[in-house]
């Protein structure tokens, strides 16, 4: 294979690694502890329908984790999970500044470290927009399935 192609193959590779595991964590983390946390955090910020959005997106986040990471129906998955990441920018991290990373002191243990900014929520979207244009890559269920629907 010749190293340009094999690069073409390999980045959303990457991509879907990092960006499905990292939905999945999430999402996992909110069910393992149960919603009704996540809950108090959606009627705090305003979200609508908190009771709905705190059973859904969990769930979204897990599921499309999984979708992410396999590679399947990759383009119609990013886009509830852009949903959802621009929901979070926007009710909560917006309001902390740009950086996923707010030092606010240092104690004897190391330092202290504040809410996060929108930073993380702009690499999740951009990871999910370029996996949404150029497809999934050739390492995933979506080129399995491409690939049948062709034979067939």
Known sequence: MQYKKFRQEIAPLCLRLIVGTGFMVHGWAKISRGTIGFEKLLIQTGI???HLSAILTPY????GGIAILLGAFVAIVSVPLVVIMLTAMFSIHLHYGFSSVNTIGLTDKGPLFGPPGYEINLLYIACLISLFL?????LSVDKLIKGQKKAA
């Open 60 to 63: 979204v986040e897990l599921t």
């Open 48 to 50: 609508p329908f908190p």
């Open 134 to 138: 150029t497809g999934a890559g050739s």
